[in-house]
Nanobody, 115 residues
Framework: QVQLVESGGGLVQPGGSLRLSCAASGSLFRLYAMAWYRQAPGKQRELVADITSGGNTNYVSSVKGRFTISRDNAKNTVYLQMDSLKPEDTAVYYC?????????WGQGTQVTVSS
């Protein structure tokens, strides 16, 4: 069983920044690939960025150059630094991992980009 807890969401103006955090339970975090997803109202959940256990990263094209995913294995935490935020980035952001054939999701954190 893996528990994921996100934090760091909030209301920010266009052009602003936020850093999301996702803390994971357990002692095997360093072996997990981790991902951030988001779901806007009326839309399907989409992959935003992911990071392998070795630190390789991947981004959806709409956030490349603006978002950065990183991990701190000593803190069992994955981060999503979001810069140059746009109104279309407004969504609930979820942390996800997969282990032993099961998907684990956090509860989500709301990000609202609005003036």
């Amino acid at each position: 069983q893996v528990q994921l807890v996100e934090s760091g969401g909030g209301l920010v103006q266009p052009g602003g920044s936020l850093r999301l955090s996702c803390a994971a339970s357990g002692s095997l975090f360093r072996l997990y690939a981790m991902a951030w997803y988001r779901q806007a109202p009326g839309k399907q959940r989409e992959l935003v960025a992911d990071i392998t256990s070795g630190g390789n990263t991947n981004y959806v094209s709409s956030v490349k150059g603006r978002f950065t995913i990183s991990r701190d294995n000593a803190k069992n935490t994955v981060y999503l630094q979001m810069d140059s935020l746009k109104p279309e980035d407004t969504a609930v952001y979820y942390c996800k991992t997969q282990w032993s054939g099961r998907n684990y999701w956090g509860q989500g954190t709301q990000v609202t980009v609005s003036s």
